[in-house]
């Protein structure tokens, strides 16, 4: 018999390694072969190869961003696109950005509870939020496409690696590390021995869809499937040609004029017309885009290589729904 569902458990994420014993142990013992804490990236591709195989329609992703990614990448790898499960997303991680969106909204013993309740009434899929993920590829090959949620290079590199020093990791949780990193991002924008670094931006060519691909110096490149972000923070609109079911990016030119007023108004989730005129800003929504650079990208939080040509692919997944208590 197909399992109800079945929980991948990330025992490294950073809630998961502070006093979650007693949950991990009555998951084990109610799940039996069906809690699954794989110990390294090869160990959960072949968990998940055998979901497939079982055609598990329910899996129950217990980490952080990182680790839904992981879990994303595999499913994209083995399932068929016609039969993707639906996911609940227990908030566990290091970095939880996804689950402001679509995670189950519960933890622990009470997400075991309420996932029990779910499955024994058979309303897993009763209340959901439907999302793509965003698929990055690259143009060898061989290489295996990763999945992921959000994406971004350039300022939101240099934020994250910021963020990701050992006395900013080590020393605080994820919600205090990004305020940290915000301050430090801010002062080295206000320092003048980086602001013109940061500012003048990397080199990017950029194609949308199938609009002429345009080369610029890149300020800031971000780009989601997701429908909100934490503290209201919303730096997207739509042009009228936009896809309503996509990629929602952000892409801000090197040197953008008028940066504090448009970095306030972004953060409070609010695009005034003056923003929306200016050139330097452009925003929208796509199916497919291109990439070319030679720096850096974070998806998810990951830092990942752009590759020896510097060309990745966006693009998104099939319909995803994701699991609420």
Same mark, same amino acid.
């Given at each position: 018999?197909?399992?109800?569902?079945?929980?991948?458990?990330?025992?490294?994420?950073?809630?998961?390694?502070?006093?979650? #014993?007693?949950?991990?142990? +009555? =998951?084990?013992?109610?799940?039996? #072969?069906?809690?699954?804490?794989?110990?390294? *990236?090869?160990? $959960?591709?072949? *968990?998940?190869?055998?979901?497939?195989?079982?055609?598990?329609?329910?899996?129950?992703?217990?980490?952080?961003?990182?680790? $839904?990614?992981?879990?994303?990448? @595999?499913?994209?790898?083995?399932?068929?696109?016609?039969?993707?499960? =639906?996911?609940? %997303?227990?908030?566990?991680?290091?970095?939880?950005?996804?689950?402001?969106?679509?995670?189950?909204?519960?933890?622990?013993?009470?997400?075991?509870?309420?996932?029990?309740?779910?499955? %024994?009434?058979?309303?897993?899929?009763?209340?959901?939020?439907?999302?793509?993920?965003?698929?990055?590829?690259?143009?060898?090959?061989?290489?295996?496409?990763?999945?992921?949620?959000?994406? /971004?290079?350039? =300022?939101?590199?240099?934020?994250?690696?910021?963020?990701? *020093?050992?006395?900013?990791?080590?020393? &605080?949780?994820?919600?205090?590390?990004?305020?940290?990193?915000?301050?430090?991002?801010?002062?080295?924008?206000?320092?003048?021995?980086?602001?013109? #670094?940061?500012?003048?931006?990397?080199?990017?060519?950029?194609?949308?869809?199938?609009?002429?691909?345009?080369?610029?110096?890149?300020? $800031?490149?971000?780009?989601?499937?997701?429908?909100?972000?934490? &503290?209201?923070?919303?730096?997207?609109?739509?042009?009228? #040609?936009?896809? !309503? !079911?996509?990629?929602?990016?952000?892409?801000?030119?090197? +040197?953008?004029?008028?940066?504090?007023?448009?970095?306030?108004?972004?953060?409070? /989730?609010?695009?005034?017309?003056?923003?929306?005129?200016?050139? @330097? &800003?452009?925003?929208?929504?796509?199916?497919?885009?291109?990439?070319?650079?030679?720096?850096?990208?974070?998806?998810?939080?990951?830092?990942?290589?752009?590759?020896?040509?510097?060309?990745?692919?966006?693009?998104?997944?099939?319909?995803?729904?994701?699991? *609420?208590?």
């Amino acid at each position: 018999m197909t399992a109800r569902f079945v929980i991948i458990h990330n025992p490294r994420s950073r809630r998961n390694r502070s006093g979650n #014993e007693h949950y991990s142990m +009555m =998951a084990r013992q109610s799940l039996g #072969e069906n809690f699954l804490s794989p110990a390294s *990236q090869a160990e $959960l591709l072949h *968990q998940v190869e055998e979901l497939a195989r079982r055609d598990v329609q329910c899996i129950v992703v217990d980490g952080g961003d990182g680790t $839904l990614s992981d879990v994303l990448s @595999a499913i994209h790898r083995y399932y068929r696109p016609d039969r993707l499960p =639906a996911l609940a %997303l227990l908030p566990s991680g290091n970095t939880n950005l996804i689950a402001g969106d679509v995670g189950f909204g519960l933890r622990g013993m009470e997400a075991l509870v309420r996932l029990n309740q779910l499955a %024994l009434g058979g309303g897993m899929r009763r209340n959901i939020r439907r999302r793509r993920g965003l698929v990055v590829s690259w143009s060898d090959p061989q290489r295996t496409p990763v999945v992921g949620m959000f994406h /971004g290079t350039a =300022a939101f590199r240099r934020a994250i690696e910021l963020a990701h *020093q050992p006395q900013i990791l080590d020393r &605080y949780s994820h919600e205090m590390a990004v305020v940290v990193t915000l301050g430090s991002s801010v002062a080295h924008l206000l320092s003048r021995r980086f602001r013109r #670094e940061w500012t003048q931006g990397d080199r990017l060519s950029i194609t949308v869809g199938d609009a002429p691909a345009r080369q610029e110096n890149c300020f $800031l490149f971000l780009a989601t499937t997701l429908q909100s972000l934490p &503290y209201g923070v919303w730096p997207f609109w739509h042009g009228a #040609e936009s896809h !309503d !079911d996509g990629i929602r990016y952000l892409d801000v030119a090197g +040197m953008p004029p008028r940066l504090t007023a448009a970095v306030t108004s972004l953060l409070r /989730g609010r695009v005034p017309q003056w923003l929306r005129n200016e050139s @330097a &800003y452009d925003s929208g929504c796509a199916m497919r885009i291109r990439l070319e650079m030679k720096e850096d990208f974070v998806l998810d939080g990951e830092v990942l290589d752009s590759g020896p040509d510097g060309v990745t692919y966006l693009s998104v997944t099939p319909p995803i729904d994701f699991i *609420q208590a």
